[in-house]
């Protein structure tokens, strides 16, 4: 198997290239991949018939060896083709070239040898130079190899690696075409470490953490294992690893390495702050740092690789140097909090005046939505804080964990969190720090339930206390998709809040009460208006368990979705700066809007910030998964919304996150038919309904897969239980509000049905009903499916040309949405098929996947070329013939073939 992933694009690259007769020439950071990428050329290039290839490489310790490389290239050289060298130079050959004075005459007379004998071969069969890190290679070799292949341009070719190194070296590249190797992108990497064993949102962490860069990813796999600490510790690195990672900044030359130290002292560092401390060449210095592979992200943004590496660089520096650091940036800050933070690391002597002042700057920067820093000038005035202020340093751990948590900032959790615990807390700020620690996005129920059990305990007889825990029970309890166990917290919250008359919690108990009796089916909607009317304001990083919020959600689910989309847009503007979880449920709740009306390229665009947002704060995969693949599937790649969907349903299953779990399934239910695949979407989809079952959720507009699950069946000519699971479905709506839009979804998935069993009249009926609701409330989305399913209510009455029509309202629809993957699904149903394959009354007793299936049949295609042209699995296209065979009474393709292909006229 090869050990190139995501490359397919760059090694067809440079294949042309070389098709032309050029060289190329491939760039990038130090284990991007560029010697796997030469060795899988080296294959392909053997594998050819009579093609053959030479390959070395330089290395920093041999490249003073005068003839190293040559040594190596002359040693893969057949026999027969030294033996028609002169003999003096055969013999200088013969000898290994080891021990020879590099004079001007043997120099001269290697160049011609090496370029006679390559000039021979050549005559014979391509041949492929490969050198790899040509920085290193020794000077003699380099000015032999460069006279060669430059004069035998066209018959013998040339890829070379280029790293980072001090080359002042005579390896010249300039007529050599540039490629540039980048990092791996986030889903070549998953797939990379998944073919490892990792699982796959532990491949998705170690993809950030390694900047993409494949061999320092497998490095961090290897060393820290699949399975995360409590409370995201992370594991010790290795000393081996970590002595390599110091070894390679050790490396640098002194101006990168005096500008990575800076780097490592800043909050937030970029290019911008390195200028302003003095590091007016700080942009190509970091530049070289990532060749280097030190340093990633975005551009102007120092992100290090990995995040220790971070820690190791600051240790590297003397306490002396890093006090001086401090003093300097202080200086050059920009905000008060950064200029704090630098003040006190440049003097760790206790100060009760710089505590109060550290402890102030804190808050402020808390209040301006700055959670991170303000954490960490919590932090730091604890540790300034003399043995008189220690009440006072208490209550700043305590505030510490409190503020660090909701943006998932984990070792300044961490390191709050193992102080506090050694001091003489209050019941109060134990219990505030206990309910801190289940905002951390990677915390599992189990943990979570014994955090909180602990914290009832802490909060004794304290009702507001209690009412406290209660309410973050009531909070895991949605976040794991438990609404009745949600509902009987949140209830009892309710009660100690109002009795307590504690206006701000109680705004979010009777959330968190509405929520969970909407999802249960039962009324809801005075307690949102009641917690909405209180007009409390809302803590940086609790957004999500705002009022404001819930109320945009339940927006959402009723389908007033433009009241929706102007509330989670003005709430976007409130989160930009805040906790990275605020963020990034704010960017999900947008994506989710814009794929019911149709906005695809806002969904892509947001889905895309999500992501960046996610990593930055280290947020669990599988949310951003989610969000990734809604967007996919109506505005980007099937396939790939499909891949996400499906590792995230694993992912959130292997954590409990039953929450996120329905939402992929639901995605993936929809991407499995669509490609094909109804067995697999039916399975998807009733796994939904069996985990709505178990929890007791009631409500139909939260999931929705009511719809999506009667077309699987359908699909799958299993009438009789698309017909049963409708009627039920339309039961739960009876009486209920909100409820048009899923009524719609509904009256498709009917027209679908009815089609299948022949009520074409009736199945008009009920699809005019749905696309006039689905206009009315602005689901574009699902207007261009009923209009799909009209052409193929066309098509069973035989009016060819109303099908094509329907067909081609509904591409039109879908290209000005952007909808993509739509488009392309409907194109596909667009081509045309062979004459007299139209209107075979054999085809009126197969769904419209099965009857596509058929026509490629009759033409002869393959079960792979079928599943190319139709977008579905080999897997799906041979269940698809089974049935077939089963409603047509064969037993052969040949046999389907025969019925379906015209017989000549007598």
């Known amino acids: 198997m090869s050990r190139v992933v995501g490359r397919l694009t760059l090694l067809s690259e440079v294949q042309v290239l070389l098709g032309r007769g050029e060289s190329v020439a491939l760039h990038g950071p130090v284990g ?44 893969q050289v057949p026999a027969a ?10 013999a200088v050959v013969g000898s290994g070239l080891v021990g020879i004075e590099a004079t001007d005459d043997l120099r001269s007379d290697l160049a011609a040898a090496f370029h006679a004998v390559l000039d021979a071969w050549a005559a014979q069969q391509p041949i492929l130079l490969l050198l790899d890190d040509v920085q290193w290679l020794d000077g003699e070799s380099s000015r032999i190899v460069g006279y060669a292949r430059r004069r035998l341009r066209g018959r013998v070719s040339v890829v070379a690696t280029v790293g980072p190194g001090d080359r002042g070296t005579e390896a010249d590249v300039s007529d050599l075409h540039p490629l540039e190797v980048p990092p791996l992108e986030a889903d070549d990497m998953v797939d990379l470490l998944c073919a490892h064993g990792l699982p796959a949102d532990v491949a998705h962490t170690l993809y950030v953490e390694s900047g993409g860069v494949p061999s320092l990813a497998l490095a961090l796999a290897g060393a820290i294992g699949a399975t995360p600490s409590l409370l995201g510790r992370p594991t010790p690195l290795p000393t081996s690893l970590e002595r390599v990672l110091r070894d390679r900044f050790l490396a640098q030359p002194p101006d990168v390495r005096e500008s990575l130290c800076l780097a490592a002292l800043l909050h937030r560092p970029t290019v911008r702050q390195l200028e302003r401390a003095g590091r007016l060449g700080a942009d190509e210095e970091l530049r070289r740092a ?41 200086d050059v800050a920009t905000t008060p909090a950064e200029r704090m933070r630098h003040v006190a690391l440049a003097d760790p002597r206790p100060d009760a005046d710089l505590a109060h002042e550290l402890g102030l700057a804190a808050r402020e920067a808390l209040e301006s939505g700055g959670r991170e820093i303000a954490a960490e000038l919590y932090l730091l005035a604890a540790d300034r804080a003399p043995c008189e202020l220690a009440q006072e340093r208490v209550e700043w751990l305590a505030t510490a964990v409190e503020t660090a948590a909701p943006g998932n900032h984990v070792d300044l959790l961490n390191r709050g969190l193992t102080d506090f615990l050694e001091t003489p807390a209050t019941p109060a700020q134990a219990v505030r720090v206990r309910l801190a620690v289940p905002e951390l996005a990677a915390s599992g129920p189990a943990f979570l339930d014994e955090v909180l059990t602990a914290a009832l305990a802490d909060a004794g007889d304290n009702d507001r206390l209690v009412a406290m825990v209660l309410l973050q029970r009531a909070r895991m309890a949605l976040m794991e998709a438990r609404p009745a166990a949600a509902a009987r917290s949140a209830e009892r919250a309710v009660g100690l809040l109002e009795a307590s008359g504690d206006i701000d919690d109680l705004a979010v108990g009777l959330t968190a009460l509405a929520v969970a009796r909407r999802w249960l089916g039962l009324d809801h909607d005075h307690h949102l208006a009641r917690a909405v009317a209180l007009d409390v304001p809302v803590p940086t990083g609790f957004l999500h368990t705002s009022p404001a919020y819930m109320a945009a959600r339940f927006a959402l689910y009723d389908d007033r979705l ?49 992501t960046t947002v996610g990593e930055e704060f280290g947020l669990s995969a599988h949310t951003g998964w989610f969000i990734t693949a809604q967007a996919e599937l109506v505005g980007g790649d099937l396939g790939r919304a499909v891949t996400l969907a499906q590792r995230g349903a694993e992912a959130a299953a292997e954590r409990g996150d039953n929450r996120y779990l329905q939402r992929h399934l639901i995605l993936l239910g929809q991407g499995l038919m669509r490609s094909g695949d109804a067995s697999g979407a039916r399975d998807a989809l009733t796994r939904i309904r069996e985990l709505e ?17 009667v077309g699987a069946l359908v699909l799958l000519g299993q009438l009789d239980d698309a017909e049963s699971l409708l009627a039920q479905a339309r039961r739960v709506l009876d009486g209920r509000g909100g409820t048009e839009g899923v009524a719609a979804q509904l009256d498709r998935a009917e027209a679908e049905l009815l089609v299948a069993r022949g009520d074409l009249v009736g199945a008009e009926l009920v699809l005019d009903r749905s696309a006039k609701v689905t206009a009315d409330v602005g689901m574009r989305i699902d207007l261009g499916r009923t209009l799909v399913t009209r052409a193929h209510l066309e098509r069973r009455r035989r009016r060819v040309a109303a099908a094509r029509a329907a067909l081609q309202d509904a591409h039109d629809l879908f290209t000005s949405l952007h909808a993509r993957s739509w488009a392309d699904q409907v194109r596909a149903e667009l081509l045309p098929h062979p004459p007299g394959q139209g209107a075979d009354p054999l085809l009126d007793r197969l769904t419209d996947g099965e009857r596509r299936v058929a026509r490629e049949v009759a033409q002869g295609a393959s079960n792979r070329e079928i599943a190319e042209r139709t977008f579905v699995s080999v897997k799906t296209v041979e269940a698809t013939l089974t049935r077939i065979y089963r409603k047509l009474d064969l037993r052969s393709r040949t046999q389907l073939a025969t019925l379906l292909v015209p017989q000549p006229p007598e």
């Not at 060795?39 to 390959?55: N, T």
């Not at 449920?585 to 019911?596: G, K, N």
């Open 32 to 75: 991007v991949g560029k010697s796997a990428l030469l060795d899988h050329l080296e294959e392909q290039h053997r594998a050819g018939r009579g093609a053959v290839s030479l390959r070395a490489g330089g290395a920093a310790d041999e490249h003073a060896l005068p003839f190293a490389a040559l040594r190596d290239l002359l040693a």
């Open 81 to 90: 083709f030294v033996a028609d060298l002169p003999p003096t130079t055969r």
């Open 290 to 330: 990532a060749q280097a592979g030190l340093v990633t992200g975005p551009e102007g943004v120092v992100r290090f690789t990995p995040t220790m590496l971070r820690a190791i660089v600051t240790d590297a520096v003397a306490a002396t140097d890093r006090a001086e650091h401090h003093r300097r940036l202080a």
């Open 562 to 610: 433009d009241e929706a989309w102007s509330g989670f847009l003005a709430m976007l503007a409130h989160v930009e700066r805040g906790a990275g979880m605020d963020h990034v449920h704010v960017l999900r709740c947008l994506v989710e809007v814009a794929a019911r009306t149709g906005r695809c390229r806002e969904a892509m665009e947001y889905a895309e910030r999500a």
């Open 693 to 709: 079952h178990e929890h007791g959720i009631a409500d139909p507009t939260v999931n929705r897969w009511q719809a999506e699950l």
